[in-house]
């Protein structure tokens, strides 16, 4: 199983930008150094409360010059927000400083606010996503090319430099909604996916679906599934479930109010149950079936539990989702994932 960090290099409360970037900067040197499989870099737009991440793939390149056995990947890179053109040169860049290294997870985010100030109406982000995914596999494809889409055209691009993984750096989508789990199957694509929404049942469901999409299209090879979850551990159970839980509580009634608020004009049903679940949501059923809390074993059985009944093959663990735990606890819980976990899956 491969064994990923996602990483939102945050704010803390009276902190600044210097210290955001010298924290996400340090936890990757510890990762690096104890055998973490990947780095996974979030993209968040105009949130000075949250993160300093705006610019995930110069931040990527940074960690590609840092790193030498890590792979950096996007968690994801939300395509309608720039020219697919500039993104397809840009990742190519950071493919070739990370020796190839380089993951490109992609998604068009279920958030309005960024489109709104950026002033692309979210109405077009399907759109604007399947034209941008067009034109990067034409891009990376080493051929001159053109294109006459909707919202991009090309004319006579040949993209430089190529990426140095064929046919270009391994895309993965992420799908949070029912329909885009089928989306991302017709696409031949590996999936990320969360825990936040519905919970462990609904999401069971959605894979059912991915996985029986992929085989109705033919696709080579067997499908992959990433699943992003908060992961702590320590060293005692009483620390492990005691210590995160401002942290957890604060994240998940952080995230009904951005899934409630985020819905696109006219609102949409199932985001505003996706919010009501969220809120209603105890400790205790947090703890049940949306984290990954506790010791070595016991994150290890919760790991194989997941495994068993998602089949996923790679974990992608949010390492401080509040944003609320100190230095030393995500320190700490990035040891026991490293040194008494991952044995158990390689």
């Not at 737009?45 to 960690?63: E, G, K, T």
């Not at 959605?206 to 599934?225: D, K, L, P, Q």
């Not at 620390?239 to 608020?261: G, H, L, W």
Request: glycine share 8%; with cysteine.
């Amino acid at each position: 199983m491969h064994f990923g960090m996602f990483m939102e290099f945050g704010f803390r409360n009276g902190g600044s930008d210097a210290a955001a970037f010298r924290e996400g900067l340090d936890l990757v040197d510890a990762a690096e150094a104890w055998g973490m499989d990947s780095a996974w870099l979030s993209e968040f737009h105009f949130s000075p409360q949250r993160s300093v991440l705006s610019s995930p793939i110069v931040v990527a390149s940074a960690l590609a010059a840092r790193t030498k056995r890590m792979r950096i990947g996007m968690a994801v890179y939300v395509l309608p927000l720039n020219n697919p053109l500039r993104i397809a040169e840009e990742a190519a860049t950071v493919d070739h400083i990370s020796g190839g290294r380089f993951d490109f997870g992609i998604g068009r985010s279920g958030f309005v606010r960024s489109y709104n100030t950026y002033n692309i109406d979210y109405a077009e982000s399907q759109e604007r996503f399947d034209e941008a995914l067009k034109i990067l596999r034409a891009a990376w494809s080493g051929e001159k090319f053109s294109f006459d889409g909707k919202h991009y055209k090309v004319t006579d691009a040949l993209v430089v430099p190529q990426p140095v993984q064929r046919p270009h750096p391994p895309m993965r989508m992420a799908a949070s909604s029912a329909a885009t789990f089928k989306i991302v199957a017709q696409e031949g694509l590996p999936l990320f996916v969360g825990l936040r929404g519905d919970g462990l049942e609904a999401l069971t469901r959605n894979i059912n679906v991915y996985r029986e999409t992929w085989r109705e299209c033919g696709h080579e090879g067997e499908s992959s599934v990433y699943l992003r979850v908060p992961v702590y551990g320590a060293d005692t159970e009483a620390a492990a479930i005691s210590e995160p839980k401002d942290n957890i509580t604060y994240y998940f009634d952080r995230q009904a109010k951005m899934v409630a608020v985020g819905s696109p004009k006219g609102g949409n049903a199932e985001r505003s149950k996706t919010a009501a679940t969220l809120s209603s949501l105890s400790y205790d059923d947090i703890l049940r079936d949306r984290v990954a809390f506790g010791t070595g074993p016991q994150l290890i059985e919760r790991l194989q539990e997941w495994r068993d009944v998602l089949g996923i093959d790679g974990i992608t663990a949010e390492m401080n989702a509040g944003g609320m735990l100190t230095e030393a606890q995500v320190k700490n819980s990035l040891r026991v994932i490293t040194r008494d976990v991952m044995p158990a899956f390689k």
